[in-house]
């Protein structure tokens, strides 16, 4: 997957690890596992993950690829402020 260098191979790309924790996290275990009292942690473990995937990106010249990998990084990551980390207060 890595090989095509484009936004949206990026966006993809970037998009399997949130998925994942957000399928895991929401559905399978629906919400009632807690690291340390924080429902945030699985999910910014998760951008923290592809924040590596996007070092490698930019390292091996794939400039597009990482590009798009930020961008879903970064709405992944508003998204988990607005909708889990504010909804505690």
């Not at 690291?35 to 091996?60: D, E, H, S, T």
Request: glycine share 10%; net charge positive.
């Amino acid at each position: 997957m890595l090989k095509n260098n484009s936004i949206l191979v990026g966006l993809l790309g970037g998009s399997i690890l949130p998925g994942i924790s957000l399928f895991i996290f929401l559905y399978l275990l629906k919400g009632s596992f807690l690291i340390l009292n924080k429902p945030g942690i699985p999910y910014l473990v998760a951008i923290a993950l592809n924040l590596f995937i996007i070092r490698y990106c930019f390292k091996q010249g794939k400039d597009n690829t990482g590009t798009g990998m930020i961008l879903i990084t970064f709405v992944f990551t508003a998204a988990v402020f607005l909708l889990k980390l504010q909804s505690i207060r």
